[in-house]
């Protein structure tokens, strides 16, 4: 990859940056304050993104069988444009990984 940033890095960036940011906030008002809505607002921020990869399976073992209709695959392509765009990555850790756990929901 060369030296140059793209809109997507930066986004990726500002995303990061900003769960980040939020989580430590969210963190310190359970700390200090115990306040109960701060546990759940950070145990949402937090399973947000895990269940959104998680998803990712199932939808490739649904489009796969071709349970859903032809007009949801460019939907799918729009929400799951960013783990599919690291699964076909070369040489990238995360990608082989995402590869890996894509080929579990595939049919043999």
């Known amino acids: 990859m060369s030296g140059e940033w793209t809109a997507v890095d930066f986004a990726w960036c500002v995303i990061g940056a ?3 940011a939020i989580s430590m906030w969210l963190t310190v008002r359970i700390v200090n304050r115990k306040e ?7 145990a ?7 269940l959104y990869g998680a ?3 199932p939808m490739i073992w649904v489009h796969d069988r071709q ?5 949801a695959t460019p939907i799918l392509d729009v929400i799951y444009w960013p783990l599919n765009n690291i699964a076909t990555e070369p040489d990238s850790d995360v ?3 995402l590869h890996a756990y894509a080929e579990l929901w595939m049919p043999s």
């Open 18 to 20: 900003s769960l980040t």
């Open 36 to 42: 109960r809505w701060a546990k759940w607002t950070l």
């Open 44 to 50: 949402l921020v937090i399973a947000t993104p895990v």
């Open 55 to 57: 998803s990712w399976g």
């Open 67 to 71: 349970l859903l209709p032809r007009s």
């Open 95 to 97: 990608g082989d990984w």
